[in-house]
């Protein structure tokens, strides 16, 4: 079972949608991130959180760290949102991040 | 204040031949991580480097990876006589200090023929 699931694995939309993703961690962090790839590009830092919920334009991240949840919320989705978001944890006491496999997003007009 | 720089954005490579890949941090920062995400697979942690020191390591490869991050100029991946295996996408991503955000590269996508 890997340390950080993520689920759904794909994610189909129509613009205007409000999409949650959620992650699910099985290790004492840290800090909780999440990440946006767009297919062929990097990856874009969207959040690094370790308690409670933060707001970004559109995107709202929330943490339960007593349930080992979190979960990424998008409001009006817009096709400009496709991309696979990643969940990603900094464990206690390590340097590295464990990452969930991702959840792909598509978003059509 | 440029972000983190990756180069090349591909390279190509024959069997056997060496990879070199370069990252230069966020100005700032001193901290260099490495990762790698294989053909549909998810980043796996490779290797945690401060200027002249390797960190951590455990994610690397026994044989044929090094990676440093010397006083001057960027931090180098370097992957020799590379095999089919080695063709993934090479992430790097730097901080100013440890258990803050990192910010990541575009990322090297290296290909083995």
């Known amino acids: 079972k890997n340390e950080v699931e993520q689920s759904p694995q794909n994610l189909t939309a129509q613009e205007g949608e409000f999409i949650t993703i959620n992650c699910s961690y099985s290790?004492?962090?840290?800090?909780l991130h999440w990440l946006q790839q767009h297919p062929g590009g990097g990856i874009v830092s969207l959040f690094m959180?370790?308690?409670g919920k933060k707001k970004h334009g559109r995107l709202i991240a929330t943490i339960n760290i007593q349930e080992k949840h979190s979960s990424l919320h998008i409001t009006a989705s817009h096709p400009r949102d496709s991309a696979v978001y990643i969940c990603?944890?900094?464990?206690?006491?390590?340097?590295?991040?464990?990452f969930g496999t991702g959840t792909r997003l598509q978003v059509f007009p | 204040n440029a972000g983190v720089m990756q180069n090349p954005r591909h390279l190509v490579r024959r069997r056997g031949q060496e990879a070199r890949l370069r990252c230069s941090p966020m100005?700032?920062?001193?901290?260099v991580y490495w990762y790698r995400q294989l053909p549909e697979e998810g980043l796996k942690f490779m290797v945690y480097?401060?200027?002249?020191?390797?960190?951590?390591e455990s994610g690397m490869p026994k044989e044929r990876f090094s990676a440093e991050f010397p006083k001057e100029g960027p931090s180098i991946l370097r992957i020799q006589q590379v095999v089919r295996g080695d063709s993934a996408a090479y992430f790097c991503?730097?901080?100013?200090?440890?258990?803050?955000?990192?910010?990541f590269g575009q990322g090297t996508r290296l290909t083995v023929v």
């Open positions: 290790v004492g962090i840290s800090a």
């Open positions: 990603a944890v900094s464990p206690y006491n390590t340097d590295k991040l464990i």
């Open positions: 480097l401060q200027k002249e020191n390797i960190i951590d």
């Open positions: 991503a730097s901080s100013p200090n440890l258990d803050t955000e990192a910010f």
């Open positions: 959180l370790s308690s």
């Open positions: 100005k700032g920062h001193s901290h």
